[in-house]
T-cell receptor
Framework: DTGVSQNPRHKITKRGQNVTFRCDPI?????LYWYRQTLGQGPEFLTY????????KSRLLSDRFSAERPKGSFSTLEIQRTEQGDSAMYLC?????????????????FGAGSRLTVL | EDQVTQSPEALRLQEGESSSLNCSYT??????LFWYRQDPGKGPEFLFT???AGEEKEKERLKATLTKKESFLHITAPKPEDSATYLC??????????FGSGTQLTVLP
């Protein structure tokens, strides 16, 4: 088990370009999450998948953002027509249910993140 | 709307100088409170989960406690390797966590 893997680790792009990030979760984890983190702030929730179904999306997730998780394995987060305000660290996390007193209160394992800089 | 406030924003301690970090929260129907540690350039690393008021958990020099309105992360005799940003998060739906802005801890040798 190598943990949650994210690629690329760093991406520099020009405003208006499209970018895509990939996340490979821990193999036995069926839940996958995307978060965004800016400097000095905590991570902000973007979206949640259980297996291949996208079950929750934050209102932060504008229509320029799309996430997929085909076959319930890896996930991609695409940002179209990037803006300078999209510059942030994009974090992926995965979890499995059933841990803890409340079976739904999962422990998330985060990847190292993909840092996006939009010029 | 769920809110999580952490204080102080930054804390500098001498090695061995114990202290506490605070996390106050306003949520409807808390399902769990989490503490994570984040090193520069890395993703958050899980430390503790607390589920009900009065619960306490310990790990090495760290001890987390929970009341109905706040949680504390106590650091006893910290070492330089404890330097990191400590993040608090709450969940009500188990589908997402709401994080605070974190406390940046620096432990000087």
């Amino acid at each position: 088990d190598t943990g949650v893997s994210q690629n690329p680790r760093h991406k520099i792009t020009k405003r208006g370009q499209n970018v895509t990030f990939r996340c490979d979760p821990i193999s036995e984890h069926n839940r996958l999450y995307w978060y965004r983190q800016t400097l000095g702030q905590g991570p902000e929730f973007l979206t949640y998948f259980q297996n291949e179904a996208q079950l929750e999306k934050s209102r932060l997730l504008s229509d320029r953002f799309s996430a997929e998780r085909p076959k319930g394995s890896f996930s991609t987060l695409e940002i179209q027509r990037t803006e300078q305000g999209d510059s942030a660290m994009y974090l992926c996390a995965s979890s499995r249910p059933g841990l803890g007193t409340y079976s739904g209160a999962n422990v998330l394992t985060f990847g190292a993140g993909s840092r996006l800089t939009v010029l | 709307e769920d809110q999580v406030t952490q204080s102080p924003e930054a804390l500098r301690l001498q090695e061995g100088e114990s202290s506490s970090l605070n996390c106050s929260y306003t949520v409807s129907g808390l399902r769990g409170l989490f503490w994570y540690r984040q090193d520069p350039g890395k993703g958050p690393e899980f430390l503790f989960t607390l589920y009900s008021a009065g619960e306490e958990k310990e790990k090495e020099r760290l001890k987390a406690t929970l009341t109905k309105k706040e949680s504390f992360l106590h650091i006893t005799a910290p070492k330089p390797e404890d330097s990191a940003t400590y993040l608090c998060a709450v969940t009500v739906s188990a589908r997402q966590l709401t994080f605070g802005s974190g406390t940046q801890l620096t432990v000087l040798p």
